[in-house]
């Protein structure tokens, strides 16, 4: 492994630039097939390319991908124990309350449990668990003129109970 030279922060970082984004992430899973039901199954992601019984690319509206699924170095494994490094969850952003809803509503249908449900001010957030365990949030962005904020300006985002039934009846 190469190593990086230690660089010492400036006094005035110079911020990455606004326009850039997550392009997908790429979950290591014991199951293929196990996966797919799930996130295309379930989620309702399209799969877009699948690469035999190994790996599988799915994506929301055509994108190449959004989520890799492989089974390269973890056919048949275990989740990471607790106390261990790794992915604490992926977050898939719906465009609209009403989405997140129907999300909810294909969760309940599939019997799939939450871990949480929360409120943050400028977002609501479902939490769950994949197949293989990795931490998996779905959730919408209030528009950004809804965030709450201190009285200095500062943005004051809070973890409150989200309301699921108010939320169902959206879907």
């Given at each position: 492994m190469t190593r990086l030279p230690v660089i010492e922060p400036a006094l005035t970082p110079r911020p990455i630039d606004p326009g850039v984004r997550i392009g997908h992430v790429h979950l290591k899973v014991a199951d293929l097939d196990r996966a797919l039901a799930f996130y295309c199954g379930v989620l309702g992601f399209e799969l877009i390319q699948r690469y035999?019984?190994?790996?599988?690319?799915?994506s929301a509206g055509g994108y190449h991908h959004h989520i890799g699924l492989n089974t390269w170095e973890s056919a048949g494994g275990q989740p990471p124990a607790p106390g261990t490094t790794g992915l604490y969850h992926l977050a898939i952003l719906y465009p609209t309350r009403a989405a997140?809803?129907?999300?909810?509503?294909?969760?309940?249908?599939?019997?799939?449990?939450?871990?949480?449900?929360?409120?943050?001010?400028?977002?609501?957030?479902?939490?769950?668990?994949?197949?293989?365990?990795?931490?998996?949030?779905?959730?919408w962005d209030r528009p950004e003129a809804q965030w709450p904020h201190d009285r200095d300006g500062t943005l004051s985002m809070?973890?409150?109970?989200?309301?699921?039934?108010?939320?169902?009846a959206e879907a």
């Open positions: 035999g019984k190994r790996a599988a690319f799915i997140l809803a129907d999300a909810l509503r294909r969760l309940v249908e599939a019997g799939i449990e939450l871990d949480g449900a929360s409120d943050h001010g400028v977002s609501e957030a479902l939490y769950l668990r994949d197949p293989d365990q990795n931490g998996v949030e779905l959730y809070v973890t409150e109970r989200l309301d699921l039934r108010a939320l169902l």
